[in-house]
Protein backbone atom coordinates (compact mmCIF):
# COMPACT_ATOMS: atom_id res chain seq x y z
CA UNK A 1 0.00 0.00 0.00
CA UNK A 2 1.44 3.28 -1.08
CA UNK A 3 -0.39 6.49 0.26
CA UNK A 4 0.37 9.53 -2.18
CA UNK A 5 0.13 13.34 -0.59
CA UNK A 6 0.39 16.79 -3.58
CA UNK A 7 1.71 19.88 -2.26
CA UNK A 8 2.63 22.68 -4.55
CA UNK A 9 -0.65 23.83 -6.31
CA UNK A 10 -1.33 27.30 -6.08
CA UNK A 11 -2.33 30.65 -8.36
CA UNK A 12 0.36 31.83 -10.85
CA UNK A 13 0.05 34.34 -13.93
CA UNK A 14 0.79 33.20 -17.25
CA UNK A 15 4.79 32.37 -17.55
CA UNK A 16 5.36 32.03 -13.74
CA UNK A 17 6.30 28.60 -12.16
CA UNK A 18 5.09 26.29 -9.80
CA UNK A 19 7.08 23.00 -8.20
CA UNK A 20 4.65 20.50 -7.02
CA UNK A 21 5.97 17.56 -5.20
CA UNK A 22 4.56 14.06 -3.89
CA UNK A 23 5.40 12.52 -0.82
CA UNK A 24 4.85 8.84 -0.78
CA UNK A 25 4.84 6.99 3.03
CA UNK A 26 5.75 3.45 3.09
CA UNK A 27 9.39 1.70 2.04
CA UNK A 28 8.30 0.55 -1.49
CA UNK A 29 8.71 4.07 -2.91
CA UNK A 30 11.51 3.36 -4.79
CA UNK A 31 10.27 0.08 -6.60
CA UNK A 32 7.48 2.04 -8.56
CA UNK A 33 7.39 4.37 -11.53
CA UNK A 34 5.71 7.49 -10.72
CA UNK A 35 3.99 9.47 -13.36
CA UNK A 36 2.28 13.23 -13.05
CA UNK A 37 -1.36 13.40 -14.40
CA UNK A 38 -4.12 16.07 -14.52
CA UNK A 39 -7.79 17.28 -14.95
CA UNK A 40 -9.16 20.63 -16.22
CA UNK A 41 -12.86 21.59 -15.62
CA UNK A 42 -15.08 18.96 -17.91
CA UNK A 43 -12.11 17.09 -19.39
CA UNK A 44 -10.55 13.85 -19.20
CA UNK A 45 -7.81 13.18 -16.72
CA UNK A 46 -4.30 13.43 -19.16
CA UNK A 47 -0.85 12.06 -18.55
CA UNK A 48 1.72 14.70 -18.24
CA UNK A 49 4.94 12.94 -17.49
CA UNK A 50 6.56 9.75 -15.99
CA UNK A 51 9.48 8.77 -14.27
CA UNK A 52 11.31 5.37 -13.76
CA UNK A 53 11.83 3.61 -10.60
CA UNK A 54 15.70 5.11 -10.52
CA UNK A 55 14.81 7.79 -13.29
CA UNK A 56 16.55 6.38 -16.05
CA UNK A 57 13.38 6.76 -17.89
CA UNK A 58 11.34 9.69 -18.48
CA UNK A 59 8.85 11.03 -20.94
CA UNK A 60 6.47 13.86 -20.97
CA UNK A 61 3.14 15.12 -23.07
CA UNK A 62 3.91 16.99 -26.37
CA UNK A 63 2.00 19.73 -24.27
CA UNK A 64 4.44 20.37 -21.88
CA UNK A 65 7.35 18.90 -23.04
CA UNK A 66 10.43 21.77 -23.00
CA UNK A 67 8.58 23.24 -19.85
CA UNK A 68 7.85 20.71 -17.14
CA UNK A 69 10.48 18.62 -15.45
CA UNK A 70 9.95 15.69 -13.51
CA UNK A 71 12.35 14.22 -10.93
CA UNK A 72 12.19 11.88 -7.76
CA UNK A 73 14.45 11.60 -4.56
CA UNK A 74 14.05 8.08 -3.49
CA UNK A 75 15.45 8.98 -0.10
CA UNK A 76 12.92 11.46 0.32
CA UNK A 77 9.83 9.33 -0.83
CA UNK A 78 9.58 12.37 -3.00
CA UNK A 79 8.84 13.25 -6.54
CA UNK A 80 8.15 16.58 -8.24
CA UNK A 81 7.53 18.25 -11.35
CA UNK A 82 8.54 22.01 -12.11
CA UNK A 83 6.46 23.65 -14.30
CA UNK A 84 7.83 26.38 -16.21
CA UNK A 85 6.19 28.87 -18.60
CA UNK A 86 3.39 28.05 -17.35
CA UNK A 87 -0.10 28.75 -19.99
CA UNK A 88 -3.28 29.52 -18.64
CA UNK A 89 -4.52 25.94 -20.54
CA UNK A 90 -2.80 24.22 -17.97
CA UNK A 91 -4.69 25.15 -15.20
CA UNK A 92 -5.89 22.04 -13.82
CA UNK A 93 -5.78 19.29 -10.49
CA UNK A 94 -2.48 17.71 -10.73
CA UNK A 95 -2.60 13.95 -9.51
CA UNK A 96 0.67 11.92 -8.67
CA UNK A 97 0.73 8.26 -9.39
CA UNK A 98 2.46 5.07 -9.07
CA UNK A 99 2.97 2.43 -10.55
CA UNK A 100 4.44 -0.73 -11.14
CA UNK A 101 6.72 0.26 -14.59
CA UNK A 102 6.55 3.28 -16.84
CA UNK A 103 2.97 3.73 -18.45
CA UNK A 104 1.16 7.20 -19.79
CA UNK A 105 -1.75 5.51 -18.99
CA UNK A 106 -4.32 6.26 -16.47
CA UNK A 107 -5.26 2.32 -15.84
CA UNK A 108 -2.01 1.40 -15.27
CA UNK A 109 -1.02 3.06 -12.07
CA UNK A 110 -2.38 1.22 -8.84
CA UNK A 111 -2.13 4.84 -6.10
CA UNK A 112 -3.30 8.28 -6.94
CA UNK A 113 -3.12 11.09 -4.41
CA UNK A 114 -5.82 13.57 -3.97
CA UNK A 115 -4.82 16.14 -6.04
CA UNK A 116 -3.65 19.55 -6.24
CA UNK A 117 -5.11 22.56 -8.14
CA UNK A 118 -2.94 24.76 -10.20
CA UNK A 119 -4.64 27.86 -12.10
CA UNK A 120 -2.50 30.03 -14.38
CA UNK A 121 -4.36 33.25 -15.11
CA UNK A 122 -3.86 35.44 -18.48
Known amino acids: QVQLVESGGGLVQAGGSLRLSCAAS????????MGWFRQAPGKEREFVAY????????NYADSVKGRFTISRDNAKNTVYLQMNSLKPEDTAVYYC???????????????WGQGTQVTVSS
Open 97 to 111: AAARIVDARLDKYDY
Open 26 to 33: GRTFSTYA
Open 51 to 58: ISQRGYSI
